[in-house]
């Protein structure tokens, strides 16, 4: 019969196998993890053209503690692979050819091009009420509809129009389940027009329209330009269409030359336009 100072030894020899065989363990599982660790700091050594000017740093933090350097290499990844616009939880198809428009007549065209702030709100509303006080009417009339709204810089707004009189049509992507979906644009007046570039390529001036951008000018004197984008929901979402209205600020309000670079070569030389020049900007873009 075992004594229960005999249990009692058995019972620390146990925990200390056990201790020995946790520590063991621990060991193993810490030198797979660095030598995955090490494996992925070669990895990025080739792949990655910045590495020498934050190696020490990277060294460091894969010394120090090789579960949280594969931590942080895991999770950007993650967020390399994930698209910057566009839907993420619901991933949206290219658009369908759609029926072409109904052709409008030349009042019809040039009244559409025109629309005037008046059509929208009153403007004794805003007559007396500074640049910010307007941007706030502006965008609680609209918090409810479905359409995406903005307030541009009046100098914003003048190297918009200059560069749409020697750019007036151009094309952006946007993400879709399988890739990227061309989207074109053409200035008309105070307007914008979007069609997906499949649709205008098959009805030409008749292709229906995806999104529309009209700014009024009625505000200009107070620094202002009211942005308005009505957009069909069987082609875009808002998020999508908010992500083309950015593209086209990032474009036709900077002077970005990569960007300026990529109008003039659509424009003048199409034969040396690359598709995938803007598919890198957007993918490229801090938003």
């Given at each position: 019969?075992?004594?229960?100072?005999s249990v009692?030894?058995?019972?620390?020899?146990?925990r200390?196998?056990?201790?020995h065989?946790?520590?063991?363990?621990r060991n193993?599982?810490?030198?797979?993890?660095?030598e995955?660790s090490?494996?992925a700091l070669?990895?990025?050594?080739?792949?990655?053209?910045?590495?020498?000017?934050?190696a020490?740093?990277?060294?460091?933090?894969?010394?120090?503690?090789?579960?949280?350097?594969?931590?942080?290499?895991?999770?950007?990844?993650k967020?390399?692979n994930?698209?910057?616009?566009?839907?993420t939880?619901?991933?949206?198809?290219?658009?369908?050819?759609?029926?072409?428009?109904?052709?409008?007549?030349?009042e019809?065209?040039?009244?559409?091009?025109?629309?005037?702030?008046?059509?929208?709100?009153?403007?004794?509303?805003?007559?007396?009420?500074?640049a910010?006080?307007?941007?706030?009417?502006w965008?609680?009339?609209?918090?409810?509809?479905?359409?995406?709204?903005?307030?541009?810089?009046?100098?914003?707004y003048?190297?918009?129009?200059?560069l749409?009189?020697?750019?007036?049509?151009?094309i952006?992507?946007?993400?879709?389940s399988?890739?990227?979906?061309?989207?074109?644009?053409?200035?008309a007046g105070?307007?914008?027009?979007?069609?997906?570039?499949?649709?205008?390529?098959?009805?030409?001036?008749?292709?229906?329209?995806c999104?529309?951008l009209?700014?009024?000018?009625e505000?200009?004197?107070?620094g202002?330009?009211?942005?308005?984008?009505?957009?069909?929901?069987?082609?875009?979402?808002?998020?999508?269409?908010?992500?083309?209205?950015?593209?086209?600020?990032?474009?036709?309000?900077?002077?970005n030359?990569?960007?300026?670079?990529l109008?003039?070569?659509?424009?003048?030389?199409?034969?040396?336009?690359k598709?995938?020049?803007?598919?890198?900007?957007l993918?490229?873009?801090?938003?």
């Open positions: 019969m075992a004594t229960f100072a009692r030894q058995f019972l620390l020899q146990s200390r196998l056990a201790g065989q946790l520590t063991t363990k193993i599982q810490m030198s797979s993890v660095r995955r090490e494996k070669e990895e990025m050594k080739e792949k990655n053209p910045y590495f020498e000017k934050y020490n740093k990277i060294a460091s933090v894969q010394q120090s503690s090789p579960e949280e350097f594969l931590s942080r290499l895991q999770k950007a990844e967020q390399k994930k698209p910057k616009f566009g839907p939880e619901v991933q949206r198809d290219y658009s369908e050819l759609l029926k072409p428009k109904s052709p409008l007549g030349t019809a065209t040039r009244d559409g091009a025109h629309r005037k702030l008046s059509d929208i709100m009153r403007l004794e509303l805003v007559e007396d009420k500074s910010d006080d307007i941007k706030h009417l965008f609680e009339y609209h918090k409810h509809k479905d359409v995406i709204t903005a307030a541009i810089p009046a100098d914003q003048k190297l918009m129009m200059d749409a009189l020697k750019y007036p049509i151009f952006f992507p946007i993400p879709r399988q890739g990227y979906e061309f989207i074109m644009l053409q200035f105070n307007t914008v027009h979007f069609t997906p570039l499949l649709s205008y390529q098959v009805h030409k001036e008749n292709a229906p329209e999104l529309n009209t700014m009024f000018t505000c200009q004197d107070k202002i330009i009211l942005m308005r984008g009505e957009f069909d929901t069987n082609v875009l979402n808002a998020q999508e269409a908010q992500c083309l209205a950015n593209q086209l600020q990032l474009y036709y309000s900077q002077n030359v990569t960007k300026l670079q109008l003039d070569t659509f424009t003048k030389n199409p034969d040396k336009f598709h995938m020049d803007i598919i890198e900007e993918n490229n873009l801090k938003i």
